[in-house]
């Protein structure tokens, strides 16, 4: 399955943005998928994860109550809305997808996830 992340770009402090992942398949149904994010000179780090099948969701503790994850199964995408953006928050968001649902320990982990998307610069100005 191809992951195309979109979405990313260049706002003020304070501003939201929506990202999109879109899977080119289903074949993520029954797993997981994830946003993680990298900034200049630091390692990836995990932002939220989404259970495709029931919409169970869980957040990393810097975006907690900013940011919200979403899908629509429909349209086979998810979705990351971030709002009270800070400087912080500036990085390359990449979406990431596992084919079979782990335990939540597994979700934050990156090298759990089978697909990953391209990437998409998010960039906040103070």
């Known amino acids: 399955v191809q992951l195309q992340a979109s979405g990313g770009g260049l706002v003020q402090a304070g501003d939201s943005l929506k990202l999109s992942c879109a899977a080119s398949?289903?074949?993520?149904?029954?797993?997981?998928m994830a946003w993680f994010r990298q900034a200049p000179r630091k390692e990836r780090e995990f932002v939220a994860a989404i259970t495709w099948i029931d919409g169970n969701t869980n957040y990393a503790g810097s975006v907690k109550g900013r940011f919200t994850i979403s899908r629509d199964r429909a349209k086979n995408t998810m979705y990351l809305q971030m709002s009270g953006l800070k400087s912080e928050d500036t990085a390359v968001y990449y979406c990431?997808?596992?084919?079979?649902?782990?335990?939540?320990?597994?979700?934050?982990?990156?090298?759990?996830?089978?697909?990953w998307g391209q990437g998409t610069l998010v960039t906040v100005s103070s």
């Open positions: 398949d289903r074949s993520l149904n029954n797993g997981h």
């Open positions: 990431a997808g596992r084919r079979v649902r782990g335990i939540l320990s597994m979700r934050a982990d990156s090298t759990t996830y089978d697909y």
